[in-house]
C-alpha cells in the first residue's frame, strides 16, 4: 500500500511538473502575441466570449465601474490577464470606453493608387553590343525596393527613370528597403535597340475592386475603411506604398465561382470617375481615407475582440450590381494573436446561395462585414486556396483602430 501511495504521488508530481513546464511555455508565448490593449464598454463587458482560456483577473470589473463613473478621472487601469482563470499572463492596459458606432457598408467600390516611388519588381540584363550587363543588380538594386530619388530628383514613375537615365551619367539612386532608407550608385546601359537603361522593372499603380467595410465618422469627418488588408504588389507580395489614390463608384458583372486549388473571382467594372473618396492609408488592416458622400447603409455598433465568439454569424457581401446581402457562416476560431492583425477569425460559409454561387470566399470578397449578434465583428480577408469554404477575418476593432490615425485635414 505505501509503495502504491508513492507511486500515485510521483504520478502526480510528473503530471503536475509536466503541466508547469507546458504552461510556462505557453505563457511565454502568449506573452509575446496576445494584445497588451483592451477596451470594454461597462463593466458588463468585462469577459472574453466563448471558449477561450482567458479571463481578466478578479476585481476588473469592480476597477472597470469605477473607471466609468469617474468624472474628471482616469477610465483607463492595468489589470492582469490569466490562463485558465489561475495562472498570470500579463498586465494588459484597459480602456473603458463607448462602443464605436459606424455605418456598415458590403459594397463595392473600385481602388485606384498610386505608389509613393517606383517598386522594383524585376531585375532584367540589358543588351548592349558588349554584351549583357545588369546594372541595377550590380548597384545592388533587389526585387521589392522602392526607388524614391535618382540623380536628386523624386521618382514617381517609369518615365521619371527613363528621364534621368538618358544620359548615361552614374546616377545616386535611393531607395526604401524594409522601412529602412538606403543609397547607392547606379550607371545606365546603353541598350543595342537604343536609349540607356537601369535594368529594372517597375511598378509606379495600381486598380482593383474590394468590398467597403464600413465608414465612420459624422458631418465633413468621414472615414471609410475597407479590404481588411493592404494592396500588395502582384510581384513582389509586398504592401505597396501609397503617394496618393482614390475610391470610386463599382458595380459586379459576374462571380467566378471558386474551386479547391482556383481561387474564384467576383468581376467588377467601374460605373464613375467621380471619386467616393481620397486614398490615406495602405496598410496591414486594409485601406483608409475620406469619404466625400452620405454613406448608405446600417449603423451598427463595433464590437470589442474580447466578445467575438465562434459559432453562427453572417457576412455582408455584393454578388450582383452594387446592392449587398447577408449570408450565413460559422466563425469556427477566435485568434487573438496581435501579430497576425488581419487573420483573426477562422470561418466557414454554410450558406447554400453563396455556395452555389461563388463557391464560398472569393477575391474581391476582402473587407466583406462580418455581423454577430447585431455588432460589427469583423471583415473577410483571405480565402483558403485548397477549400474556397473557408477563410481568414480581421476583427472589426483592429479596423476602427486604423481610422484613428487617418488624417482629416
Known amino acids: 500500500m505505501k509503495k502504491k501511495i508513492q507511486k500515485i504521488c510521483g504520478l502526480a508530481a510528473a503530471l503536475w511538473a509536466a503541466f508547469s513546464l507546458s504552461s510556462l ?27 477561450t482560456p482567458f479571463s481578466f483577473a478578479t476585481g476588473t470589473d469592480e476597477r472597470a465601474r469605477a473607471a466609468a463613473a469617474s468624472v474628471g478621472g482616469s477610465q483607463n487601469f492595468f489589470t492582469d490577464l490569466n490562463l485558465f482563470g489561475l495562472i ?5 492596459h484597459v480602456s473603458v470606453a463607448d462602443k464605436p458606432v459606424v455605418t456598415v457598408s458590403g459594397r463595392p467600390f473600385g481602388v485606384k493608387m498610386y505608389t509613393d516611388g517606383a517598386v522594383v519588381v524585376g531585375i532584367s540584363p540589358v543588351k548592349t553590343k558588349d554584351g549583357a550587363k545588369t ?21 514617381k514613375s517609369y518615365t521619371d527613370i527613363t528621364a534621368q537615365a ?41 486598380a482593383g475592386i474590394g468590398t467597403m467595410t464600413f465608414v465612420a465618422g459624422s458631418g465633413d469627418n468621414l472615414i471609410f475603411a475597407g479590404l481588411g488588408h493592404g494592396i500588395s504588389d502582384v510581384d513582389t507580395k509586398d504592401i505597396m506604398p501609397l503617394a496618393t489614390g482614390e475610391i470610386v463608384s463599382a458595380r459586379i458583372s459576374g ?8 481561387p474564384g473571382e467576383l468581376k467588377g467594372l467601374f460605373t464613375s470617375e467621380k471619386a467616393l473618396g481620397t486614398l490615406r492609408q495602405n496598410g496591414e488592416t486594409g485601406v483608409y481615407g475620406l469619404f466625400h458622400q452620405a454613406p448608405q447603409g446600417t449603423t451598427m455598433p463595433v464590437a470589442y475582440k474580447q466578445e467575438v465568439k465562434e459559432g453562427a454569424a453572417q457576412i455582408l457581401c455584393t454578388l450582383e450590381g452594387d446592392t449587398p446581402k447577408l449570408y450565413n457562416i460559422d466563425i469556427e476560431r477566435v485568434n487573438l494573436n496581435d501579430r497576425e492583425r488581419s487573420k483573426n477569425l477562422l470561418i466557414r460559409v454554410t450558406d447554400s446561395e453563396l455556395l452555389e454561387k461563388a463557391g464560398g470566399i472569393v477575391q474581391g470578397m476582402s473587407g466583406s462585414p462580418i455581423i454577430q449578434n447585431n455588432q460589427l465583428v469583423g471583415a473577410v480577408t483571405h480565402v483558403l486556396v485548397n477549400d474556397p469554404t473557408r477563410g481568414y477575418g480581421i476583427f472589426a476593432e483592429n479596423m476602427w483602430e486604423s481610422t484613428k490615425t487617418v488624417s482629416v485635414s
Open 25 to 51: 511555455g505557453a505563457v511565454a508565448y502568449y506573452q509575446k502575441t496576445l494584445p497588451d490593449q483592451f477596451y470594454v464598454s461597462s463593466a458588463d463587458a468585462v469577459s472574453f466570449s466563448g471558449a
Open 166 to 206: 538618358k544620359a548615361g551619367q552614374p546616377l545616386v539612386c535611393e531607395y526604401m528597403r524594409g522601412g529602412s532608407r538606403c543609397s547607392t550608385t547606379v550607371t545606365p546601359a546603353l541598350s543595342s535597340e537604343g536609349g540607356y537603361k537601369l535594368g529594372v522593372w517597375v511598378r509606379d499603380s495600381s
Open 88 to 92: 498570470p499572463v500579463k498586465d494588459v
Open 135 to 155: 546594372p541595377g543588380e550590380e548597384a545592388g538594386l533587389q526585387v521589392g525596393d522602392v526607388i524614391v530619388t535618382l540623380g536628386g530628383q523624386p521618382i
Open 255 to 262: 462571380v467566378q465561382r471558386g474551386e479547391s486549388g482556383t
